[in-house]
């Protein structure tokens, strides 16, 4: 499950997620697996993500998300269409929408833009690529440790990186 930044209103986060639930059944999902509600095109039968729905017509899978919101920076960063659809753009409709629509190009609001969409980018990334390898480092320690024995770094440069006692 990805992690978020606390909302600042839990009750408007809910209700969108409801509203973009109530578009699918309880355990639909695409036939690559993409099961959240805002990653599926309403409508397609059988239902469909978008990016097996764009990778069928031969689209491009990614999109270019404005990082700290469009009104604040043309800054963008290419992230897989799912992805910006279901986390990152969903992140964003929780920032107040004076900060994210900023009509009067005030610096103080785009400032807190670009704080914004910094932290919503790093928990993004934490979740996507850090906390997978840690996951997968985790699994295989016990296949190192049946296969080279107990203490398995201590015959080999992971020796390097043992934690050094109090």
Not at 3 to 21: E, F, H, L, M, W
Request: a positive charge; one cysteine or more.
């Amino acid at each position: 499950m990805a992690r978020k930044i606390s909302p600042r209103d839990p009750r408007a986060v809910y209700r969108r997620r409801v509203v973009a639930a109530r578009r699918f059944a309880i355990g639909t999902k695409c036939i690559c697996g993409e099961s959240r509600p805002e990653a599926l095109v309403p409508g397609t039968k059988p239902t469909i993500c978008y990016r097996c729905y764009r990778k069928s017509r031969q689209q491009k899978t990614r999109d270019d998300h404005h990082v700290f919101g469009r009104s604040n920076s043309p800054f963008t960063m290419s992230v897989p269409i799912n992805d910006h659809r279901a986390s990152l753009s969903t992140s964003q409709y929780d920032w107040p929408r004076k900060t994210l629509e900023n009509r009067e190009r005030s610096p103080s609001l785009a400032g807190a833009a670009f704080i914004r969409g910094f932290a919503d980018i790093v928990v993004y990334l934490i979740d996507e690529f850090l906390l997978p390898v840690a996951e997968m480092l985790e699994v295989l320690d016990p296949i190192l440790e049946r296969k080279l024995g107990e203490k398995y770094w201590k015959k080999t440069k992971l020796k390097a990186f043992e934690q050094k006692s109090h």
